[in-house]
């Protein structure tokens, strides 16, 4: 019903910057919040960024100042701006709305991954 179909993962050295794309499409009648949580191998799966809709926008304390969310909400598209990178943002970055189908519920989604790696 939903597909959330991310980009822009990659390999960079510390200092380096990327940029990720995640596009929501199907049967969405509203999006009440885009974000991104990444994971790190053997830890748990954590907040990095969120933007609610008519909220305010929250980042975890480890990205303030370096990374930046954003919205276009005409293309029910949300992007990460990570700057200043450094390698413990190395994990694999999920994008994570949620949003309200065509005569369903409200329910959460989920992109499928897309690796970031901050490596000399």
């Known amino acids: 019903q939903v597909q959330l179909v991310e980009s822009g993962g990659g390999l960079v050295q510390p200092g380096g910057s990327l940029r990720l794309s995640c596009a929501a499409s199907?049967?969405?009648?509203?999006?009440?919040?885009m974000g991104w949580y990444r994971q790190a191998p053997g830890k748990e799966r954590e907040l990095v960024a969120i933007?609610?809709?008519?909220?305010?926008?929250k980042y975890a304390d480890s990205v303030k100042g370096r990374f930046t969310i954003s919205r276009d909400n005409a293309k029910n598209t949300v992007y990460l701006q990570m700057n200043s990178l450094k390698p413990d943002d190395t994990a694999a970055y999920y994008c994570?709305?949620?949003?309200?189908?065509?005569?369903?519920?409200?329910?959460?989604?989920w992109g499928q991954g897309t690796q970031v790696t901050v490596s000399s």
């Open positions: 994570y709305i949620v949003a309200r189908t065509i005569g369903g519920p409200i329910a959460n989604y």
């Open positions: 933007m609610p809709s008519g909220g305010s926008t």
């Open positions: 199907g049967n969405i009648f509203s999006i009440n919040a």
